[in-house]
């Protein structure tokens, strides 16, 4: 699986719109970007996922570069409640397919 | 609430001891994953199980062990702990097309 790079710590102001980059310069054709969270001790929460196009769903949007190497997780509008370690993952779908967590962006949410 | 349960929430027990962690996949994940979160070690990958069988090995100790029933619950074993056993340990469970791996809460591991 392809390494990626995350910043170790980011902050916030509440309401506004939360960018949190990742490197992957190695990735390869058939492996998709995922984005996980953990909030505090709880078990890691899947947000979202793409390979190509940029994805939303009612968490967040992915915005994945045209040459892959890099994409940015946008929460739109950050609430307290999304102060969390942020994973970005990159595999091979199938469904021998550990996750492989690095030290993910501590996203740091204030008032 | 991610549909995958874990017991117990807490565990404490001391040195040389043996305990099994529970868990159980959210409905009709035929896959099941156990993972270890130490404060030095971060996440980490210890076992799969694929509707019975083992899939993939990580960097699971010879002391511990674990299995997937018929009814698709697994259990992770954990013999003559050490104190660096304590951790958190996380299931998931996926089965879905993309794939996608969800979590229970975790149990907290402390051996004193």
């Known amino acids: 699986d392809a390494k990626t790079t995350q910043p170790t710590s980011m902050d916030c102001a509440e309401g506004r719109a939360a960018n949190l980059p990742c490197n992957h310069s190695t990735i390869s054709g058939n492996e998709y970007v995922y984005w996980y969270r953990q909030i505090h001790s709880q078990g890691p929460q899947y947000i979202i996922h793409g390979l190509k196009n940029n994805e939303t769903n009612e968490m967040a949007s992915l915005i994945i570069t045209e040459d892959r190497k890099s994409s940015t997780l946008i929460l739109p509008h950050a609430t307290l409640r999304d102060t969390a370690v942020y994973y970005c993952?990159?595999?091979?779908?199938?469904?021998?397919?550990?996750?492989?967590f690095g030290t993910g962006t501590r996203l740091q949410v204030f008032p | 609430d991610s549909g995958v349960t874990q017991t117990p929430k807490h565990l404490i027990t001391a040195t040389g001891q043996r305990v099994t962690l529970r868990c159980s996949p959210r409905s009709g994940d035929l896959s099941v994953y156990w993972y270890q979160q130490s404060l030095d070690q971060g996440l980490q990958f210890l076992i799969q199980y694929y509707n019975g069988e083992e899939r993939a090995k990580g960097n699971i100790l010879e002391r511990f062990s674990a299995q997937q029933f018929p009814d698709l619950h697994s259990e992770l074993n954990l013999s003559s702990l050490e104190l660096g056993d304590s951790a958190l340990y996380f299931c998931?469970?996926?089965?879905?097309?993309?794939?996608?791996?969800?979590f229970g809460p975790g149990t907290r591991l402390t051996v004193l």
């Open positions: 993952i990159v595999r091979v779908v199938h469904n021998t397919d550990k996750l492989i």
């Open positions: 998931a469970s996926s089965g879905g097309r993309s794939n996608e791996q969800f």
